[in-house]
């Protein structure tokens, strides 16, 4: 592919030393949280970083590869189904579960993908079609009485590793947040990797990378399925965590917008957006419903503002806007 | 057998022309501003509250409120466009759409914080009843509803057709650049488009206010079914999204009379799904501009 252009990475020139410390001392921050936090803080966190590793799922293809999905409630909930119904009516380990989860809706993803970039759907037709897929499931698992109909799954407790269910919160605490680590090192790695940047090429412009001989398909495919992978396993701690899945719970459009929020106020298409963003919503959220729960709405109206306020001011997010900032600082 | 098919029919082209004036008004938009926009059904929701608080407020008429709601969803459109949208119209396509969902988000939410999630009905006594047609029975409000959404869709039609400003939308939606050559303010012509579409859905939401319930999230299959119809007729097709509508209307009816629970929504999405797929211009095949 020839030498492309080293893209601009400020925060690399800062000193190597004190950003290690400052890591150091997060890594033990998050680590050491479950001893001192009170139970609610607790879930709050467990949240937080659910919510994030969420978000970073949906970023591996709408931001890294420009694939801008309105449906990932379809994967999620793929993820949570399986898992929840294996479970419940086979009584099969959701070790296991988790996995069939996985596959089933890596193998969604790679079909919707395969028909949507076939046919040459993209920009809005990409996001509607996402969207009439997940309705399609949640409408679908409604009618249908052997998967839970419109009642949804309810998870008897029996607590153990091998059910993956535990007493202590921390236990979710530490899963959720190596899951998020894991996907974000993933994120890392396929930054560097020719993969992440034939994807980047991809969003940046489809035809400029095919003539350049990038194989776009495989590469979008490629893009959907991991990302599709990823997003059913916070389906499935979802479920272990919450032990109730219902349609709308799973494949509702709020799960799809979930997905897509802390990127944008973060910024798609970095490790630290979907991260940053979830770190500023979802306790913003908890705290909202905390203190005007009793006004019916009004959280989310703040998040609708949010919205609007990141679009129109911060089009590139929390982390193109430091960025910037910091490339201003230092020429 | 035969009556009940008949009968369903016919309530789905009459509701089908409710589907193609909110599709009008969806495609519209996108097709100058090339914007997939999420509020439509938050508009069509505060057009059905308006009727409901002229009549329950203020005594007056549904129907006589409607060129109120009207003005009332154009400026609400308008500001929408000209403060929010206009500003980003050159950002990435997903940017704007995002944008139209938070203003959904904050449209909805003030409703339910407003009005309560209670679901409304207007008992409005003339109304009640339904005008034999032969073997068929033509409920009243439908059957009014469908007129008006037509006039409605006829006048807008004959604006576009006929009149200065609307060659300069259609001029718009064409060549943005070529239109701004020619003199044409793009600006204040996307400020109309969006107003003229908000105006459709709210006029559409009061037509309906009638004979269905109001509450704060009826507008999402309204906005659904939306996508679902301008997509079938052609983004950016006017009489694409015409027959759309009345298409969808009818399917929708005679799936409900077939087919068990909710599995009618079901249909609807799958002919979505296939039209996006094999002939993602739609059924009346209007070239791709742009």
Known sequence: ?331 | MLLLLGQAAVTGLLTGAVYALVAVGLTLIFGVMRVVNFAHGALLMLGMYAAYWFHVLLGVNPYLSLPVTFILLFALGAVIQRGLLQPILAAPQHNQLLLTLGVMLIIENLALFLWSPDFRTLRIGWLEGAIPLGALLLNKPRLIAFAGALVLTAALYLFLTFTELGRAIRATAQDRTGASLVGVNVTRINTLTFGLGAACAGVAGALITPYLYTAPQVGHVFLLYGFVVVVLGGLGSFTGALAGGLLIGIGESLGAALLPGSLKELVVYLIFILVLLFRPTGLFGVPHRG
Not at chain 1, 119 to 139: D, N, Q, S
Not at chain 1, 153 to 170: D, H, N, Y
Not at chain 1, 212 to 236: E, I, K, N, P, Q
Not at chain 1, 298 to 305: K, P, R, T
Request: hydrophobic fraction near 55%; glycine fraction near 12%.
């Open chain 1, 1 to 331: 592919m020839g030498e492309a252009p080293a893209p601009v990475r400020a925060l690399s020139a800062a000193p190597k030393i004190p950003l290690a410390l400052g890591g150091l001392v997060l890594a033990a921050l998050v680590l050491g949280a479950p001893l001192v936090a009170t139970p609610y803080l607790l879930r709050i966190l467990i949240m937080t970083f659910y919510g994030a590793y969420l978000a970073q799922s949906w970023n591996l293809v709408g931001g890294y590869a420009g694939q801008f999905s309105f449906g990932h409630a379809t994967f999620f909930g793929l993820g949570a189904y399986a898992t929840a119904l294996l479970f419940a009516k086979g009584g099969i380990t959701p070790w296991l579960g988790m996995l069939v989860g996985a596959i089933l809706a890596t193998g969604a993803g790679v079909f919707i993908g395969f028909l949507s970039f076939r046919y040459g759907l993209r920009g809005p037709y990409f996001a509607l079609v996402t969207l009439a897929f997940a309705e399609v499931c949640r409408i679908a698992v409604t009618n249908w009485r052997a998967l839970g109909g419109a009642m949804g799954v309810l998870i008897p407790l029996r607590q153990s590793l091998g059910t993956l269910q535990f007493s202590e919160p921390a236990a979710y605490y530490y899963i959720i947040v190596a899951m998020t680590a894991g996907i974000s090192m993933l994120a890392l790695v396929l930054e560097r990797s020719r993969l992440g940047i034939s994807m980047e090429a991809v969003r940046e412009d489809v035809d400029a990378a095919e003539a350049l001989g990038v194989d776009t398909t495989r590469t979008r495919l490629a893009a959907m399925g991991l990302s599709a992978f990823c997003t059913a396993l916070a389906g499935t701690f979802y479920v272990q965590f919450f032990s109730y899945v219902d349609p709308h719970l799973a494949f509702g459009i709020d799960v799809s917008i979930a997905a897509i929020l802390p990127n944008i106020i973060g910024g798609t298409g970095t490790v630290l957006g979907p991260l940053a963003g979830s770190a500023i919503l979802v306790p913003l959220g908890e705290w909202m419903r905390a203190y005007l729960g009793g006004y019916r709405g009004v959280h989310l109206m703040v998040y609708g503002a949010i919205l609007v306020v990141a679009i129109v001011f911060l089009p590139r997010g929390l982390v193109g806007a430091v960025r910037r900032w910091w490339g201003a600082k230092r020429p």
